[in-house]
């Protein structure tokens, strides 16, 4: 027996939930894509060496190489972001933005304090909160739309 939210999915409709990790998604795809921006080690020195000799002893673990993105994946990761533009208010879109970029570095939950602290006319967390939810809401019906 298929669930109804099985259903839905199949015939290609998304859910808010659905759109959210998405977008999330994107967001870590693009940071294994950019990658910290420098070499994490001296240009100077013998690093293989180094490195050897400290596994040798157990002083650390070395650290493992991360995996580009496929192509695939970088395709998606456009594809949502091109989501964006369908978010008429350009500060609905930037709060979108930083709210996923938050959940997309690994925060548990969104601090919603802080982000109305960055944006004087962003009021009340539970506003701004709501705001979010209203304004992904809208962006999924605009998709659901679209696939119809």
């Known amino acids: 027996m298929i669930s109804n939210a099985e259903q839905v999915r199949l015939q290609g409709v ?13 967001v870590e795809i693009r940071r294994r894509h950019l990658g910290s921006g420098r070499w994490p080690f001296a240009g100077d020195g013998p ?3 180094v490195l050897y000799e400290a596994h040798e002893h157990g002083a650390y673990d070395i650290a493992v190489r ?3 993105p496929t192509r695939a994946e970088l395709a998606q990761m456009r594809e949502a972001f091109e989501w964006l533009l369908l978010v ?3 500060d609905d879109r930037l ?3 930083r709210a996923i970029e938050k ?4 925060a548990a939950r969104v601090p919603w304090r802080m982000l109305c602290q960055d944006r004087p006319r962003w009021r ?3 506003g701004l909160r709501m705001r979010y939810e209203r304004a992904m809401s809208r962006l999924t019906l605009r998709l ?4 119809r």
């Open 47 to 49: 690093w293989n060496l």
């Open 88 to 90: 008429p208010k350009d």
């Open 14 to 26: 998304m859910s808010f939930d659905d759109v959210q990790e998405r977008l999330v998604g994107a």
């Open 103 to 106: 959940m997309g570095a690994g």
């Open 124 to 126: 009340t967390p539970d």
């Open 66 to 68: 991360k995996v580009p």
């Open 144 to 147: 659901n739309a679209m696939v």
């Open 95 to 97: 709060l979108i933005v």
